[in-house]
């Protein structure tokens, strides 16, 4: 299985960020430390914010949720796609990046059992 149920957005106030969506339209947010803040719209995806320049993407940056991280490596690697970060462990799950041969920069991700 293999769905878009995330996208991750550079900023430079997390805090700020989810603020707005939660005024604006009601959603709800949930920081995970002072640099980073995930917001559940109440409809399929999900998104968050990343204030760690070190951690940022240039663009937002799509996630595919997987039940099997190794499997899709695999897959992305047979596939022609270069790992850009590799696996790591984040509250709720495991993900490593991509970039895919046109050059856009993704991520896969698994939950924790």
Do not use: C, N
Request: aromatic residues 14%.
């Amino acid at each position: 299985m293999y769905e878009i149920d995330f996208v991750e957005f550079p900023s430079s106030s997390a805090a700020g960020s989810s603020g707005f969506f939660e005024k604006a339209f009601g959603w709800t947010a949930t920081a995970y430390g002072p640099a980073y803040t995930d917001v559940q719209s109440g409809g399929v995806v999900s998104f968050g914010f990343q204030q760690d320049t070190a951690q940022q993407t240039a663009a937002p940056l799509v996630t595919i949720r997987t039940d099997d991280l190794a499997r899709a490596r695999a897959s992305v690697e047979a596939a022609g796609g270069i790992v850009t970060v590799e696996p790591f462990s984040f509250p709720g799950g495991r993900r490593f990046h991509f970039r895919e041969p046109g050059g856009a920069e993704l991520a896969v991700w698994s939950p924790d059992s």
